[in-house]
């Protein structure tokens, strides 16, 4: 019998704000890799996914929301999902059900000029709506002519997420396996703990000051109880903006940190001891000394 040939790529996850891209990443991983919450544009940097199957290595890149940049930061962003469409095997193009019309797709199809991509049409959120509201949408999607698949799909229910894996290496080529089957994701722990604290900061802040809030891990190390200990900066652009992340008496980033403590010990699987601030640098969203101790890369 012969040996089924291994494929590997690189697959790009993009779309608008809030649509589920890093939902979608975190269902395809079994785990958590990106952070989530109600509010657009919680995802600020590259995040890659690596999933090992039995002949082949899906490696995600789940990018930031497409969005008009109007400062560093959001530069810095936006390059961020560029450099995603740089050489990708395959492009998720992911919407969400009712998401109409679609001015990111443009965007897409600028950035891939004529290069052979292939690029799945990705409907999200169908179990928001009755089956036979859904047809419909699929049926307008199949008649635009641009996209190899489309694929309906429920990212937080895992709704024929396998069907999107399967479709999804039929497209791969014949490669290598890019990382090493423990490894799945390029980022490391200090990384993930920081997004970790930050997801409590913007669940748990309204308004303006979540976009305000950018996190630093100062210290990790372990403890001779099997624990880590962890001394993090929560950084805000304003005094105002540090009193309302402190709260009154303090409960606010208490809250913050309890339930930080709780995601990290889940990813680390041992007891967490964090110690948070909150530090003002002004206007550090277009400081880019600050920007990349935050891990932002040089512009292009």
């Known amino acids: 019998m012969d040996t089924p040939v291994f494929r590997s790529g690189f697959i790009t996850i993009i779309g608008a704000p809030n649509v589920g891209k890093s939902t979608l990443l975190n269902t395809i991983m079994h785990t958590k890799l990106a952070i989530v919450s109600p509010k657009p544009q919680t995802t600020r940097h590259r995040i890659l996914g690596v999933k090992n199957l039995p002949h082949a290595q899906l490696v995600f890149l789940d ?45 897409l199809q600028r950035h891939l000029g004529r290069r052979d991509v292939p690029v799945f049409w990705v409907l999200n959120k169908i179990d928001l709506l009755p089956p036979h509201e859904v047809l419909p949408i699929i049926a307008a999607c199949d008649e635009k002519g641009f996209f190899a698949e489309v694929l309906p799909l429920s990212a937080h229910r895992g ?17 290598p396996q ?79 940190g309890t339930q930080a403590r709780h995601a990290i010990g889940h990813m680390l699987h041992c007891p967490v001891h964090l110690r948070l601030l909150v530090r003002v640098k002004k206007r550090w969203k277009e400081r880019e000394a600050i920007l990349r101790d935050l891990g932002f890369g040089e512009l292009s």
């Open 159 to 175: 709704d024929n997420v396998p069907a999107l894996l399967d479709s999804v290496v039929r497209y791969l080529p014949a490669g």
């Open 178 to 256: 890019y990382f090493p089957e423990d490894m799945p994701t390029d980022r490391d722990e200090r990384f993930l703990i920081a997004e970790l604290i930050r997801e409590q900061a913007f669940l748990l802040t309204n308004e303006e000051v979540p976009y305000a809030i950018a996190v630093e891990v100062e210290s990790l190390h372990e403890r001779s109880d099997g624990g880590v200990e962890i001394d993090a900066s929560l950084i805000v652009e304003k005094e105002s903006q540090k009193g309302i992340v402190i709260g009154r008496q303090g409960r606010l980033i208490k809250a913050i």
């Open 63 to 107: 990018t930031p929301g497409i969005h008009q940049p109007r400062t560093q930061l959001n530069r810095y962003m936006m390059q961020a999902v560029v450099e995603a469409l740089a050489s990708p095997e395959v492009v998720l193009y992911m919407t969400a059900v009712g998401q109409t019309p679609y001015p990111d797709l443009g965007f």
